[in-house]
């Protein structure tokens, strides 16, 4: 049975930074390719970026130059490194490694 523990959100400033956790159990994450996406109220889910077995990162356009993704394959978890916090930023935060989903951890960019 996969289980994914998603942490790392809050609230923070324009400007600032969160790093999101995604640790896994019952799935290798280092073997699969793995995403991140975020819901904001009222929109649809939108991919974020993605990180393949390989490591070859990929990132949505709004979010180049300041967003992270990386894999610790020893503790089994994902992170996604968020810098330079917008507003616009905003969302529900997912980890999805292959077809699964973490529960979502809450973003709030706001001064």
């Known amino acids: 049975q996969v289980q994914l523990v998603e942490s790392g959100g809050g609230l923070v400033q324009p400007g600032g930074s969160l790093r999101l956790s995604c640790t896994a159990s019952?799935?290798?994450?280092?073997?699969?390719?793995i995403a991140w996406y975020r819901q904001a109220p009222g929109k649809q889910r939108e991919l974020v970026a993605t990180?393949?077995?390989?490591?070859?990162?990929n990132y949505e356009d709004s979010v180049k130059g300041r967003f992270t993704i990386s894999r610790d394959n020893a503790k089994n978890t994902a992170y996604l490194q968020m810098n330079s916090l917008k507003p616009e930023d905003t969302a529900v935060y997912y980890c999805?490694?292959?077809?699964?989903w973490g529960q979502g951890t809450q973003v709030t960019v706001s001064s």
């Open positions: 019952g799935i290798i994450l280092s073997s699969v390719y």
């Open positions: 999805n490694p292959v077809h699964y």
């Open positions: 990180i393949t077995p390989g490591g070859i990162k």
